[in-house]
């Protein structure tokens, strides 16, 4: 979401928005290191947890890697042409 508000002010920046964010690409940034700080402390185990194994969080993250790149990934591989918007010549490139 954060690289994609910055990818579409620069390739397509004479689209009209109902908003223009300054520093654009500061404000993502931070938004962007803050999400993955937050991915991060989520993975610290509270000290209720004790001395229980810690499968359980490479559960969470195996599901995380599954849900967050592999299927976008496939979405994009298996497009069909038809979901392309008529407006547009030809299909957008996966980024």
């Known amino acids: ?13 004479e ?5 223009r964010v300054p520093a654009v690409a500061w404000v993502a940034g931070s938004g962007f290191v803050a999400s993955v700080a937050a991915l991060c402390i989520g993975f610290v ?4 947890f004790g001395n229980q194994p810690l499968w359980r969080y490479l559960i969470v993250g195996g599901g995380l890697l599954v849900l967050g790149l592999l299927a976008p990934i496939a979405f994009l591989t298996f497009r069909k042409p038809s979901w392309v918007h008529p407006d547009h010549e030809q299909p957008l490139p996966p980024s």
């Open 45 to 48: 185990p509270p000290d209720q």
């Open 1 to 13: 979401m954060f690289v994609a508000v910055v990818r579409l002010r620069r390739t397509r920046p």
């Open 15 to 19: 689209i009209e928005r109902g908003f």
